[in-house]
């Protein structure tokens, strides 16, 4: 897919934000210790200054309201985030203890410099599975991450009380972290601002392809719609998107079942990979 001008900044963006997170900035502090976000108090109120988040720190989270029992993340928010602040997604490597990994890295230090926040995806007992076996422990992390209330046992479905965020990401991956991170981005780029993955391996050509291959059709961001029939025909498609599929047909994976619509991989996504390529440069580039 061609570059524009615009990506090839982001993907600078990108590679500054990267370069920033290395041991050479990282603080001599110990890392602070993660509390549990389910046993701190949501707040109620905006701050003096109402443009600064409300709950800041560092925090761990149970996946078990999102049906991933015994899979954790962990969220870091500096006093210096202000209302609706970007993150970072960051999925560790095997074998490293999560505030440890963002103290000797420098993450904790970009964050409060920024202010912008961190959400850091951990293995469980401290080793990945395949792409594959961990996309659902992602895509529970991510609907964690902008869910709300409880489930039926009372477990924590999101993040939704405690803070406010856009809906688009960084992604950074790291060593067998860096193919998980990487799986979901292939399947969901829509949400990624850019990505960068530093001493992995590839998720490899079969996983991205299929991602790739995922369709934004005509139903797509429908549920829960609210302005009914002035958006949405009789069959629950996009009135706007049916008719872009007619006008683009000629154009856009012309000659295929989705001619005319966005598939995964029409859509560009700024890439940096370090001491990484394999199949992932292909797919990229």
């Not at 972290?177 to 391996?201: C, D, K, M, R, T």
């Not at 549920?223 to 009914?228: E, F, I, P, Q, T």
């Not at 000629?250 to 598939?263: I, K, M, R, S, Y």
Request: net charge negative; aromatic share 10%.
């Amino acid at each position: 897919m061609k570059r524009s001008r615009k990506v090839l900044v982001a993907m600078l963006a990108a590679f500054m934000s990267l370069s920033m997170a290395n041991a050479a900035f990282a603080a001599e502090a110990e890392a602070p210790a993660a509390a549990v976000l389910a046993e701190t108090e949501a707040p109620t109120e905006l701050p003096g200054d109402s443009n600064q988040l409300p709950l800041t720190g560092f925090f761990c989270a149970d996946l078990a309201g999102q049906g991933q029992e015994g899979r954790q993340v962990f969220i870091y928010i500096p006093d210096t985030a202000v209302v609706r602040p970007y993150y970072h997604y960051i999925a560790v490597p095997n074998g490293v203890e999560a505030g440890e990994f963002l103290q000797q890295t420098g993450w904790f230090q970009v964050a409060d410099e920024t202010g912008e926040c961190l959400y850091v995806l951990v293995p469980a007992e401290g080793t990945w599975g395949t792409p594959a076996e961990e996309l659902e422990y992602v895509k529970a992390a991510k609907a964690f991450h902008g869910g709300n209330g409880k489930d039926d046992a009372g477990n924590l479905k999101g993040m939704a009380p405690y803070f406010t965020t856009f809906g688009e990401f960084y992604l950074t991956g790291y060593g067998e972290g860096a193919a998980v991170l990487e799986a979901w981005a292939a399947n969901f780029p829509h949400f990624v601002i850019s990505q960068a993955y530093v001493n992995g391996e590839s998720a490899g050509a079969e996983v991205l392809d299929a991602g790739a291959a995922n369709v934004y059709g005509l139903k797509h961001m429908t549920d829960g719609d609210v302005r009914g029939e002035s958006r949405v025909d009789a069959d629950g498609n996009q009135k706007m998107m049916k008719q872009f599929q007619s006008e683009l047909a000629d154009v856009l994976n012309a000659g295929t079942e989705n001619a005319g619509l966005l598939t995964a991989f029409d859509m560009p996504v700024p890439t940096y990979l370090v001491n990484e390529a394999g199949d992932s440069l292909a797919h990229w580039k």
